[in-house]
């Protein structure tokens, strides 16, 4: 009787909750299909009136948004791929492996997430201009300030959790260390892996201040950066920003519904005693 | 194959505990060497300074002859069984057991050929293509040990391999590893903490305690002549009885004689054939010890004592009796009259007693 009621409880706390944090896109999708003109005023909250339209997706196409979401979906995947790898070796490394200063170096990794964006831009941004690498596919490398240490810590947790005896069984079969870690290791972490490729892919899909101040060119724009220039000289065109919006968001949710099996499942199930 | 040895071995671990103390052991050539002892001796360990899986502290390691300290564990040619099985969950049986053999680059008609035939072996010829999760208890064991088999290791190591089954289950892979053992003739060295399980297992048992080895002998030998109180104590179920005493010496017969709480003292008359050997011990305080199968009830004198419970067993009875504020067991065949509460006298059957230096705790052979 209890439990019914707490449940019951808590399904209605929940269903406020996502609602509170939905809310805010659906009305942001629902404003795309408007006119710009209903955006605005006493109406705006009455759908019962409103004419709903294409014409902002229609505006939103002649813009160069194309273009900026093949550059984001290139720089978002390098930036994913090698920032995964990079996160596996050095997490299963932490996690694994015994070695000096093993402590100190993971403070490091989560100390240089913490450095505020606004402070390593600067250099950041001298260091590409000196190199010649503003206005390329090269900014993936500082995406790795934002997302190398989240996936580092999401997949020590991970690799911790593998049983030890998984890996040295592989061993006692004469597999190799790194052998073990591709063909044992991995496989076993991949709900981790997928997790924090996932969570990379997000925040460098999502990145806004690095690709505005390193790729100027139009032809170099994320679509983040595409969006906020979605604006005459004294308007923002509010109709073609939701569109863009909703046509940037696509992707993320797309990855989402694709991969949610992969990150929840439990792989490990069924190797060892339950 | 191969046999192994190893000389002073020990280990330290980071934080500076000592769980292996310096161990000798000879592990002859295809011998089936059981390695028992209470949880945390170092049984694990020493398996695993073997295995390769821990380094070596101090001392020395020979496979077959050769010094394997710092030889990789992936040369050393041993399978390692693991307590739990460590099976790759996402690779069906099959390629599970292929694991190694195909790192070792056999191809795949020998790789086939010698899956089929450890699992024709273990019973799993029907379970090649499931995952480990579709398995039960025993089958994943089955392919674990399969995963071992296949590889023809000069050396099988296992680590408590039939705890995790249940004591049916378990009884029945004790008679199959024995089976295996004479099949393949291969050295191997199993780890376990029951009692029991060494004893019907192991042509020879290495009774383990605090990091250091109190004996190493046949079972037969471990149980009738054990070498001092520990491995008295931890081998035989129920456990063996012990009494506090004294040997006393009158005109060339012995005798020990113990106090007895409420009842008089007792005394046991013993045959002593070294007569120099207990002479240190005359006249002092000694403890000796007698098996619960080794006592017997008597209408005559003896030892004294009530009885606090009894436990049927079917075929045997074990009745508790307190003495000198312990609870003592007396293993008799079924049938008893006797109920909680009787007092009975009971006496040691003749040869049967031994005898223990209650510094040392060694023991006295007389
Ligand atoms: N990695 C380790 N670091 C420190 N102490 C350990 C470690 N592994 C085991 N020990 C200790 O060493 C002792 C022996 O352990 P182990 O060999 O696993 O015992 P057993 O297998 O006989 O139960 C135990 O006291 C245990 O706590
Ligand atoms: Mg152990």
Known sequence: MNRLKTSTLFKIVMILYLFIILFPFIWVAITSFRPESEIWGSNALDLSEANFTLENYRLVFQTPILNSLKNSLIISGITTIYVTLVASLGAYAIAR?????????????????????????????????????????????????????????????????????????????????????????????????????????????????????????????????????????????????????????????????????????????????? | MAGITLRDLTKIYDNNFEAVKSINLEIEDGEFMVLVGPSGCGKTTTLRMIAGLEDISGGELYIGGELMNKVDPRDRNIAMVFQNYALYPYMSVYDNMAFGLKLQKFDKKEIKRRIDEAAKILDISEQLDKKPKALSGGQRQRVALGRAIVRHPQVFLMDEPLSNLDAKLRVQMRAELIKLHEDLQTTFVYVTHDQTEAMTMGSRICVMDLGQIKQVATPEEIYSKPDNLFVAGFIGSPQMNFYKGTLSEEMGAYHLEGENEEYDAFRFSIDISDQESVAPYLNKEIIFGIRPEHLMFTDGEGLRAKIFVIELLGSEVNVHIRVQGDIHTVTTDAGTHFKAGDAVTVVPKPGRIHLFDPETENAIRY
């Open chain 1, 97 to 274: 492996l015994d070695f000096k200063f093993k402590k100190l170096l993971t403070v490091i990794v989560l100390a240089v997430s913490m450095f505020p964006q606004m402070i390593v831009i600067g250099p950041i941004y001298r260091m590409f201009v000196q190199l010649g690498w503003t206005n390329s596919y090269y900014i993936s490398l500082p995406y790795s300030n934002i997302t190398l240490p989240v996936a580092t810590f999401i997949l020590i947790t991970h690799f911790a959790q593998i049983p030890k005896e998984m890996e040295e069984s592989a061993t006692m079969d004469g597999s190799s260390k790194i052998n073990t870690f591709f063909k044992i290791v991995l496989p076993l972490a991949a709900p981790g892996i997928f997790t924090a490729a996932i969570i990379v892919f997000i925040g460098a899909w999502n990145e806004f201040l690095l690709s505005l101040t390193l790729n100027t060119n139009e032809a170099w724009r994320t679509a983040t950066v595409n969006i906020s220039f979605l604006r005459g000289q004294f308007e923002i065109f509010w109709g073609q920003v939701t569109a863009a919006t909703v046509i940037v968001t696509i992707p993320t949710l797309i990855i989402v519904i694709l991969f949610q099996r992969q990150i929840v499942s439990g792989l490990t199930s069924g190797a060892l005693k339950e």
